[in-house]
Every structure is written in structure tokens, then in C-alpha cells.
């Protein structure tokens, strides 16, 4: 064979390698959500990157720790995630959707600022208010959901993490002066000891009924995509630190939902 085409052939194996031998789609993913049983390395193998790649563009340190509901990402991020911060403020009536009718005065409630990271994978600070006794343990778990690198969808100030979005059931919150839907029972939200987390991941099913009806996406919770929460996974952050999860209710299931009442 003349040396011209048999280089030409040489050259072109790469790319006939790729038609017949095509690598996954997945590879051209830009995140992975960890599901159980999956180690860093076999993510890395499944990715086709290095493990010591896959660690660096997360800020992990070997052995590379990873945990369900974690996102990972799988390609070189243009800078590093700042380190995480946070604190703790006092809350004055003019703060919050308060009255003199509402169960838990707003001494009694304390701002927690917290690190988080976005759906598309950016820095924010935001916020939730919690009752007095709850902002430390709160504090503790939104700084476990960061070191994870769990997703959250939007916390206030929405003005700031997401302007325009006028749709509060997505938010991640606290405090809310408010019934319980259809009663006039006071939710466990007006008395500062519930929070709820990416609501639209997370939603409450009761039969039929989701809510918000948006959730509807995230209603087999069997698969592991960005924002949802599971018992394995993103859930321990907060029952660790002394939360109930309304995932394990069994009247309903109020994925979102954490409260140090079980209520």
C-alpha cells in the first residue's frame, strides 16, 4: 500500500474508533448527582476523567469522600467556590410577615445566613429565620448540605439570588407566619421550628395531590437529580442536627419539609 493513504488511514482511526465505539452520552455531562453505592472513582470511571481531576474541580482531598444527593462536577470550573460563611442576626417585627396575632414574637427568631450553592452551580449568600433555640442546629446543617455540595434552588434575598423569580413556593425558608393549608391551625412555619428545602425537588404528595403541582417532575423519588433529597443522602444533614423529615411520614409525604416538632 503506498505510504500517502496508509497514513490517511492512520489518521482517520480516531475518528472511525468514535463512529463504531462511541463513548456514553453522559460523558458530555456537566454534573452528576451521587447515588447510592457510587464512589468518586467509580464516577470517575463512568465519566472517563481523572479521579485526581474529578477531586480538584470539587475541592475534595483523598480519598475523596463523596455523599448521595451530592453534585459533582464533571468538568473544569473557570474558579474555585469561596469558602463557606455564615451568621446569625436578631429579627425585628418589620423583617418578617409578623402581627400580634402570630404565635412566636420576633424576638424569639433569629436570621441565619448561610453559604449555598445554586442549581447552575454558583455562590450565594442567603438566608432563613428560625426560632431562636434552632439557629445554630440550622446553621450546622445548611454548612453539612454546603460541604456536600448539595444544590439549592433559591434562598432569599430573592431580590439579590434571583431576580425577577416572583414564584415563592420554589425558595428554601423558614419562618412564615401562617395556617396550615385549609385550617386554621398555626403551621409549624409561624412558630419558627420548620423548614422547607427546594420545595419544587421536594414536593408534598398526599394521593393524588402534589403541591407545588410543578413538583410533579419529582415525583419518583428513585432517581437522584439535582435538588431532591433523599433519606441516604441530603436528609442527614438536617436530622442530624436534631430535625424531623416529613419523607418519612406516612399519611403523606412532605419531601421539603423539616421541623423539630415532627409536625
Known amino acids: 500500500m503506498p505510504r500517502r493513504p496508509f497514513a490517511a488511514v492512520i489518521a482517520l482511526l480516531p475518528a472511525l474508533a468514535l463512529l463504531l465505539f462511541p463513548r456514553p452520552a453522559q460523558a458530555a455531562n456537566v454534573w452528576h448527582v451521587v447515588a447510592p453505592g457510587e464512589t468518586a472513582s467509580s464516577i470517575a470511571r463512568a465519566f472517563h476523567v481523572r479521579l ?36 446569625i442576626e436578631p429579627v425585628s417585627a418589620g423583617m418578617v410577615n409578623w402581627d400580634t396575632r402570630c404565635p412566636v414574637a420576633p424576638a424569639n427568631l433569629r436570621k441565619v445566613w448561610v453559604s449555598y450553592i445554586d442549581l447552575q452551580g454558583n455562590y450565594h449568600d442567603g438566608s432563613i429565620i428560625v426560632r431562636s433555640d434552632l439557629a445554630v442546629p ?34 428554601t425558608a423558614g419562618y412564615n ?82 421541623s423539630s416538632t415532627n409536625r
Open 52 to 87: 485526581a481531576d474529578l477531586g480538584r474541580w470539587n475541592q475534595l482531598v483523598p480519598p475523596y469522600p463523596v455523599h448521595v444527593d451530592e453534585t459533582l462536577r464533571l468538568t473544569r470550573p473557570a474558579s474555585e467556590l469561596p469558602a463557606w460563611r455564615s451568621h
Open 138 to 171: 440550622a446553621q450546622r446543617a445548611f454548612f453539612t448540605l454546603f460541604r456536600w455540595r448539595y444544590r439549592i434552588m433559591a434562598m432569599a434575598p430573592m431580590s439579590v439570588n434571583m431576580p425577577g423569580q416572583t414564584d415563592m413556593s420554589i425558595v
Open 177 to 258: 407566619c401562617r395556617p396550615v393549608a385549609g385550617t386554621r391551625v398555626w403551621s409549624e412555619h409561624a412558630y419558627g421550628t420548620a423548614i422547607d428545602i427546594n420545595p419544587l425537588q421536594n414536593p408534598m404528595l398526599r394521593g393524588s395531590l402534589i403541591d407545588p403541582a410543578a413538583g410533579a417532575l419529582y415525583r419518583n423519588r428513585s432517581r437522584h437529580l439535582i435538588g431532591m433529597i433523599h433519606p441516604d443522602g441530603a436528609a442527614r444533614a438536617l436530622t442530624a442536627n436534631g430535625f424531623y423529615w416529613g419523607g418519612r411520614w406516612s399519611s403523606l409525604k412532605d419531601y421539603m419539609h423539616f
